[in-house]
């Protein structure tokens, strides 16, 4: 497969800095390597930055970095409409505001080529918050509201040509919901699977049931990948630390079954704060996890310790 390398240095969507050295930090992890060794072609664009800035506000006094996220939204949205033509994109964040973007453009690619976007979102958040529910005004818990179709963005973020239809939205590892996201999520059709559902019934039949819906479809599967989908213990070199997140196993287990379906078409990589790494333990984490999703098999994998060193 040609793979595209994209850096999103992406920061003010999050209320701590750091996010923006995550390309870097992804880079320097061996992530093009990794996917290199396994047969795929790899162009990496380096980083792209967002649209000219105006001026811009809400009513809502908490909401901060607004013209800047609405340049990065305009500015992903033409980059992942532009280079999922002939690639899989792979966009290295940066916090999640960015999928606002990278999720309206291949939307659009989608429906160009007739066929249905779905987005698997692995996240300990449900990022459904709009301008006027959010409390702490940090938008990178809005992309989900936004590309799904909220009315709310209207006059705001730039419209959208082609919202995702939320019964193609799921969500997995889910374990930190605001009330406002909880009752707006009641008047959609998106799959909420969080941990106690994963504890119940494990994550393999709850992520099985959803690509047999995608493959029924004959869909584009774009996976948004959240560093705080991990467990802190494993990975935390992130800004929102939940306890609780998917174990080693389990996130695994999760790329293989994406690599075993064939289905998946683009990538987002979120919310790495190396400032907040230990080692670069969880940039490499990350950097595995994709070449599990691009066919590294267990048997594959070299053996490291926690320095980061190959035995």
């Known amino acids: 497969m040609h793979c595209k390398l994209i850096g999103v240095p992406l920061q003010v969507g999050a209320s701590r800095l750091g996010c923006e050295m995550g390309p870097s930090a992804l880079r320097i992890a061996g992530l093009g390597t990794a996917l290199e060794e396994l047969g795929h072609r790899v162009t990496d664009i380096g980083n792209v930055t967002h649209t000219p800035l105006r001026d811009m506000s809400h009513p809502n006094a908490a909401v901060h970095h607004l013209a800047e996220t609405i340049g990065w939204i305009e500015s992903l949205s033409e980059v992942a409409y532009r280079e999922s033509a002939d690639a899989m994109p792979i966009f290295l964040g940066g916090d999640h505001a960015l999928s606002a973007g990278t999720v309206a453009g291949l939307s659009r690619r989608a429906a160009e080529e007739g066929r249905p976007l779905f987005v698997l979102w692995l996240d300990a958040h449900t990022?459904?918050?709009?301008?006027?529910?959010?409390?702490?005004?940090?938008?990178?818990?809005?992309?989900?509201?936004?590309?799904?179709?909220?009315?709310?963005?209207?006059?705001?973020?730039?419209?959208?040509?082609?919202?995702?239809?939320?019964?193609?939205?799921?969500?997995?590892?889910?374990?930190?919901?605001?009330?406002?996201?909880?009752?707006?999520?009641?008047?959609?059709?998106?799959?909420?699977?969080?941990?106690?559902?994963?504890?119940?019934?494990?994550?393999?039949?709850?992520?099985?049931?959803?690509?047999?819906?995608?493959?029924?479809?004959?869909?584009?599967?774009?996976?948004?990948?959240?560093?705080?989908?991990?467990?802190?213990?494993?990975?935390?070199?992130?800004?929102?630390?939940?306890?609780?997140?998917?174990?080693?196993?389990?996130?695994?287990?999760?790329?293989?079954?994406?690599?075993?379906?064939?289905?998946?078409?683009?990538?987002?990589?979120?919310?790495?704060?190396?400032?907040?790494d230990e080692r670069g333990r969880t940039a490499t984490l990350m950097a595995d996890l994709t070449a599990s999703l691009m066919g590294r098999q267990v048997m594959d994998r070299p053996t490291r310790d926690f320095s980061g060193s190959v035995k």
Do not use: W
């Open 127 to 276: 990022d459904f918050h709009t301008l006027a529910t959010t409390e702490s005004g940090n938008l990178h818990g809005t992309p989900v509201a936004y590309f799904s179709g909220h009315e709310d963005f209207q006059g705001y973020y730039p419209p959208l040509s082609h919202p995702v239809d939320g019964r193609n939205i799921c969500m997995i590892g889910i374990r930190s919901v605001d009330p406002a996201e909880r009752t707006l999520l009641k008047t959609t059709g998106i799959t909420v699977h969080d941990m106690r559902m994963i504890d119940e019934h494990g994550v393999a039949v709850l992520l099985r049931d959803f690509l047999a819906r995608v493959e029924a479809a004959n869909g584009l599967l774009h996976v948004s990948f959240d560093v705080d989908f991990l467990d802190p213990s494993i990975a935390p070199a992130v800004g929102t630390t939940v306890p609780g997140g998917a174990t080693f196993r389990e996130a695994h287990l999760v790329m293989e079954m994406l690599h075993d379906s064939g289905l998946v078409s683009s990538l987002d990589l979120v919310e790495l704060n190396p400032f907040l």
